[in-house]
């Protein structure tokens, strides 16, 4: 591997300007201090918002005009430590903003709480009377929907005071993650060593390689099987006490509630890909095993290279021009967003020692969406702009159009701008290529987006929603449990095409998702809205491209379902997922052809 610069020494034009939020530092500085004072302008209503509309709406002008500000603040020192975190500056400004923002946090929760305490009825009349507060009808739209499920004010305040507490099984495993796990250096089939750590070699050529990552990794975990059990057990628990007192049938009704979509959505998803798409990713498997000549695939096999040889290159320029034609389709406004994009140094694609790993997009409000990434003249390279610039449209649009307050889509949706710009992408490519390498190529690198949201997440949302059940019906969730539930959940999907060992029975150990409710099946929510989307603009163009803009442009003043119903997608039906999943089995048709 190449050296990596120090952030001081990598070429201006690979980073992203950070200036275009605050000229300097200093007014950086200037800025959080003045923070303090908009807070306090929020708070003077505080105890008041009974006395009438007026009250409210200036209240939540003033937390608008704090967020609005407090955004760019946040975003400045997020970005410059995730640029360099080695750099202490950067280190004290993002404790200083962390600090600030839960400060904020604190002073402004009483709006909402507040303001659901008013007597039946209140907030409605608030919204008839002052004309003002029709930007905010729904923000108050859903507190009043969530005023069903809230407890007497002397519950929810202990509940609030105990909130730390009830969020501390994710925060143990996240804990115990990150500081006690640890693993033995594995070596690879030339007895060279290599560190070792969750989530590292999973995908190397080197079948020794692989498989010893493989084996160490099970070992360090197996050392903490039972504390994992636990904190996954008390996680569970704590949703099921929660719904129950909240007047929810189930957790699960409570958690996809959350995100406002309904249980029939959460159960198809589940259902139609877990046993439609099992049949296609068996013969991917097999053909797998075939190429790479394997006697057993084991877990750790599912994703290797099936031709490691290949990786097209193309440089930034390049893959700039390939995303201008690819993208065109979605019309002048779009194109002129990607242009700025690629051209105003929104991305930084510089490699630098402190650089935070992996790719993101962050759209800071007033001023522009920042892209995180590295480049490294690869056309995986580009494929990962097309996404992040993907959420950066998606970003740009619903600012443009909505106030900050609508801008976000639940995480139903968040993922499905960001699928629609690979798959254009992806199709730009293939429509253009010939060569079997390329398209073979890249079709599976597609697959590898599939299978992370369509078969690793949804069965990570396989196993919550069987372990719900079973907590529903009162049993305890013990690591036994969950060795045994995933270990069914793979057999059942594999099929016998993948050997289901203790350490693939372990897999749930490994993720974080399952503290943040139901969060592992939204992937594939997002990805199938996405597939239907592209696959449409490719057979029907430019009045399904400008429909697409228009849900852009709508952000999160609607609810999920809505979205994806102007979308042309209903999410109802099961349609659209057998649609994607058949989608897939086309892939895995080709790359087998082709081999
Ligand atoms: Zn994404």
């Known amino acids: 591997m190449a050296v990596q610069f120090a952030r001081a020494d990598v070429p201006v034009t690979e980073t992203w300007d950070i200036s275009d939020i605050f000229p300097t530092p200093e007014e950086w500085e200037l800025e959080i201090s003045a923070l303090a004072e908009l807070v306090s302008s929020v708070a003077l209503s505080k105890g008041r918002l009974h006395e009438g509309a007026p009250v409210l ?13 407090a955004a760019r603040v946040f975003a400045y020192a997020s970005l410059s430590l995730s640029a360099d975190g080695t750099n202490p500056t950067y ?7 962390g600090a600030v923002g839960a400060e904020m946090q604190a002073q402004t929760s009483f709006v909402q709480s507040e303001a659901l305490s008013l007597p039946e009825g209140t907030l409605q009349q608030y919204l008839r009377d002052e004309g003002g507060l029709a930007p905010f009808r729904i923000t108050i739209e859903k507190w009043i929907e969530k005023k069903r499920h809230m407890l007497g004010p002397e519950t929810e305040m202990a509940l609030a005071a105990l909130g730390e507490v009830l969020g501390s099984p994710g925060e143990v495993y996240e804990r115990s993650r990150t500081a006690d796990l640890s693993f033995d250096a594995v070596a690879d089939s030339a007895g060279k060593l290599y560190p070792m750590s969750l989530g590292r070699h999973e995908s190397a050529a080197d079948l020794v390689l692989r498989r010893n990552a493989y084996t160490t990794l099970n070992r360090g975990l197996k050392k903490y099987l039972h504390t994992y059990g636990t904190t996954w057990g008390t996680e569970v628990k704590k949703n099921v006490v929660l719904a129950k007192l909240r007047g929810y049938p189930s957790a699960v009704h409570m958690l996809v509630d959350q995100q406002e979509v309904n249980t029939d959505i959460y159960h198809n998803i589940h259902d139609v890909i877990l046993t439609e798409l099992a049949p296609h990713m068996r013969k991917y498997a097999r053909l797998r095993k075939r190429v790479l000549g394997l006697s057993e695939m084991l877990y750790c096999d599912i994703e290797a290279p ?37 051209c105003n140094r929104w991305v930084d694609r510089a490699d630098n020692v402190g650089k935070r790993t992996g790719a993101f997009c962050n759209s800071v409000y007033g001023v522009h969406p920042y892209i995180s990434m590295t480049w490294g003249n690869r056309m995986r390279n580009a494929l990962t702009l097309a996404h992040e610039l993907g959420h950066a449209g998606q970003g740009v649009l619903a600012q443009r159009y909505q106030r900050l307050a609508n801008t976000r889509p639940t995480l139903f949706f968040i993922e ?4 629609i710009n690979e798959l254009l992408v992806a199709d730009h490519i293939l429509a253009n290529s010939k060569s079997v390498e390329m398209r073979r190529w890249l079709i599976m690198q597609l697959l590898m987006t599939y299978h992370h949201n369509f078969v690793r997440h949804l069965i990570e949302g396989e196993l919550q929603r069987r372990t719900y059940a079973l907590a529903e019906r009162g049993q305890p969730i013990t690591a036994t449990v969950l060795n045994r539930v995933q270990g069914e959940i793979l057999n059942e999907f594999w099929g016998g095409e993948v050997v289901i060992d203790e350490g693939a029975q372990m897999v749930w150990m490994r993720q974080a998702h399952y503290y943040r409710g139901l969060y592992p099946y939204t992937y594939a929510a997002g990805l199938t809205v996405g597939t239907a989307v592209a696959r449409a603009i490719k057979a029907e163009g430019a009045p399904i491209a400008a429909r697409w803009v228009e849900v852009l442009k709508a952000g999160g003043t609607l609810k999920p379902l809505e979205l994806a119903r102007l979308a042309g997608v209903d999410m109802t039906s099961k349609q659209p997922i057998q649609d994607a999943v058949a989608y897939v089995g086309w892939l895995v048709d080709e790359v087998a052809q082709s081999f």
């Open 91 to 97: 280190q004290a400004m993002a404790g200083r903003a």
């Open 57 to 69: 709406l200036a209240c939540l002008l003033a937390l608008e005009a704090l967020h609005k500000r």
């Open 306 to 342: 099936l031709d490691p040889s290949f990786n097209p290159e193309t440089t930034y320029e390049e893959a700039c021009e390939l995303l201008r034609d690819s993208l065109k389709v979605l019309g002048p406004e779009y194109a002129q967003i990607m242009e700025e994009g690629l």
């Open 416 to 419: 499905a701008p960001s699928t």
